[in-house]
């Protein structure tokens, strides 16, 4: 693997996303209180240290599911065409379900898939994003919680890739090319 041509600036770090995720736990937990499976559904690939770090926080019982959409490849800026590549494997039809997202930027991926998930008739939608753009929105759309708000930056780190590279940071950071 070629050397990076960019640094990288923690802009979150790990201590600040534990501490969050903890409060936004408690708060999915008293929305869906009651329930009698919640189908917590992380968008691949950016959501999945997200969605197990979220998962083991929950007081309830929650099935994951996963299901792949792209509008970025291995670019920088979103391609504003959202792609499939995984669907679901389960059903959602009459359940409650939250989508785990890492970071609603033009808004067009969680639009999309959101479209599609109503389609299937589930009982109750929500939505959680790590990371909220708002800078950069084209599509009026916003998650039920929201993690952090950051500036138009590009970020990697905690499950975000630039070029499928730095995933696997432990905080996120702001990309600095050299």
């Given amino acids: 693997m070629s050397p990076r041509d960019y640094e990288i600036d923690e802009l979150i770090s790990a201590k600040r996303i534990a501490a969050r995720i903890e409060g936004l736990s408690r708060e999915i937990c008293d929305t869906f209180a009651g329930t009698d499976q919640l189908v917590v559904v992380g ?4 959501s999945f240290v997200f969605i197990a ?7 309830l019982p929650v099935e994951v599911d996963f299901l792949e959409a792209s509008s970025y490849g291995d670019a920088m800026e979103s391609r504003r065409e959202v792609r499939i590549l995984k669907d679901l494997s389960g059903e959602i039809g009459g359940r409650d379900v939250l989508v785990v ?3 609603v930027d ?18 109750r939608l929500e939505t959680i994003a790590l990371l909220d753009k708002p800078s950069r929105r ?5 998650a039920t919680w929201t993690g952090f708000e950051i500036p138009d930056e590009f970020v ?23």
């Fill in 43 to 46: 968008l691949l690939r950016g």
């Fill in 53 to 59: 770090d979220l998962v083991r926080e929950l007081d």
């Fill in 101 to 103: 997202e890492d970071i």
């Fill in 106 to 123: 033009t808004g067009f991926t969680l639009h999309h898939v959101l479209g599609l998930l109503r389609s299937r008739g589930p009982a």
């Fill in 138 to 142: 084209e599509v009026d759309i916003k």
């Fill in 156 to 178: 990697v780190g905690y499950g975000i890739d630039y070029a499928q590279r730095d995933r696997n940071l432990p905080y996120i950071g702001t990309v600095r090319f050299t």
